[in-house]
Every structure is written in structure tokens, then in C-alpha cells.
């Protein structure tokens, strides 16, 4: 039976009076690959928070591998993978091999002494997403995509059993999308990591993706892909507006 990574119970949040999140449940179980889809505004980045750790839910509780998440030691588990190209500085003076190996520090913890097979981490990491060849090269003179790979190896290094993205695909050329889904989901049927995707490339990603979620401040849907295809428009249309196309 597979194990229940992600388990959100009855979650709520306001910023101050203004409601965010009213009453979420999901769950994510091993092995998914879970779109979760919604508008500007629905409140995903605030449920990204919550999952992190990095907002504490007004109400309810997060359960993260069987385990509350206050009492959670393992946070390494859990790889995150953000928007990078709204925010990374193109000029910063970091080889790829310095990139991944700064992932290292979720897993030993900062101030402690990396181990001593760090090189073959690195380009274990580096491989599995293609880009063991770059490693000596300064990660701004790479192109959006291959910094995306290099920055999910930077998060593979802790050998997290799921990973997060935040809409991974910002800035990355339209031609190298498919390409960038196509890692994810061998990493995910390959490698037995657990995928939750924030992304509005449904079409481009819906051969891969096993469940999806729609939110717009509460759950509207949450189950496998056919049923979301299932939908009606008339049913899409009520948390979306008008917005979400069927995929195929």
C-alpha cells in the first residue's frame, strides 16, 4: 500500500481579515505526479507556504509522512523547486558544481562538514538530469532550461522523496518546455519521486501527470486525470473562469 507523503486537513488562512485558503483538504500519496492548477490569485503560492513550512495554517493541521508537521525532522525529504527565472541573478559568480553542492546544507545542516563523497553526489545529481557535462560551467552563462535542470539537481542531492515546483517552467524557451516535463516525469517513474506541480502548462504536461487539483481558494476538484478531463466546462468554469481548456 503506498504511503501518504502529503496529508492536508481542513486547512485555512487570512492575511490579517483577507481569507487565502478556506478549508483545504488534498492528499498526495507515493508515487503521484499532481498538477495543481488555479489562477492568479487562488492561493497557491500560500499553500506552497503552508506545505514548506514557511506559513503556519490559521486552521487545521498538515500532516507531512504520517507524521505532524511540527513534529517532521525530515525536511530534506522534501525537495522545492521555485520559480527561478523571476528571481535568480544571472551574474552570480557560482559554477554548476557549486550550485548542486550548496543543496547539500538542507541535509547536513549549515555549519556542518560535507561528506567526503560529495563530488560523486554531485554529478550522481548532475546526471540524472542530464547535465553532468556543465558542471565546471558559471550557472549564468547557461540557458533558462539548463539552469532549471541544474537547480532540480541541486534538489535531487538530498534525495528527496517528493519534490515541489512553483511554475518551473518561467522564463524557459517554448520549444524546451516538453523537454523539461520529459525529466520530470522520468524522475518520477524512473526514480520513485513524488511530484507536485504548480503549472499552467496543462496540455503540455497532461500525458504525464497522474491526478490533478484545482484551487481557487478552496478545492473545486481533486482527483485522477481522466475525471478532470471528465469535467464539464460548465463545472470549469465556476472556479476558473473560463480558463481551463479539457486536456488530452
Known amino acids: 500500500m503506498k504511503q501518504t507523503l502529503l496529508q492536508l486537513n481542513d486547512i485555512s488562512f487570512a ?94 545542516g549549515l555549519f556542518k562538514r560535507l561528506p567526503k563523497n560529495v563530488h560523486t553526489l554531485v554529478d550522481e545529481a548532475l546526471e540524472a538530469v542530464g547535465m553532468l557535462a556543465f558542471k565546471s560551467r ?28 512553483d511554475e518551473p517552467t518561467v522564463g524557459i524557451d517554448h520549444e524546451n518546455v516538453q523537454a523539461f516535463y520529459d525529466l520530470l516525469a522520468h524522475l518520477n517513474q524512473q526514480r520513485g519521486i513524488t511530484m507536485l506541480l504548480v503549472t499552467h502548462d496543462v496540455d503540455v504536461v497532461s500525458s504525464h501527470i497522474t491526478h490533478v487539483a484545482c484551487l481557487n481558494q478552496t478545492i473545486h476538484f481533486h482527483g485522477y486525470k481522466n475525471e478532470f478531463d471528465e469535467m464539464s466546462q460548465e463545472a470549469r468554469d465556476v472556479w476558473y473562469g473560463h480558463a481551463v481548456r479539457k486536456i488530452h
Open 15 to 108: 492575511y490579517e481579515q483577507r481569507k487565502a485558503l478556506d478549508h483545504i483538504s488534498l492528499q498526495v500519496n507515493e508515487g503521484d505526479f499532481l498538477a495543481l492548477l488555479g489562477p492568479n490569485g487562488s492561493g497557491k503560492s500560500t499553500l506552497l507556504k503552508i506545505i514548506l513550512g514557511l506559513l503556519k495554517p490559521t486552521s487545521g493541521e498538515v500532516v507531512l509522512f504520517d507524521e505532524p508537521a511540527k513534529q517532521f525532522k525530515h525536511r530534506e525529504w522534501i525537495g522545492y523547486v521555485s520559480q527561478k527565472s523571476n528571481a535568480f541573478n544571472s551574474g552570480f559568480p557560482a559554477t554548476v558544481f557549486e550550485v548542486v553542492r550548496s543543496g547539500l546544507t538542507k541535509k547536513v
Open 138 to 165: 558559471s550557472i549564468g552563462a547557461l540557458s533558462g532550461g539548463q539552469q532549471q535542470r541544474v537547480f532540480i539537481a541541486r534538489a535531487l542531492i538530498s534525495e528527496p522523496k517528493m519534490l515541489v515546483l
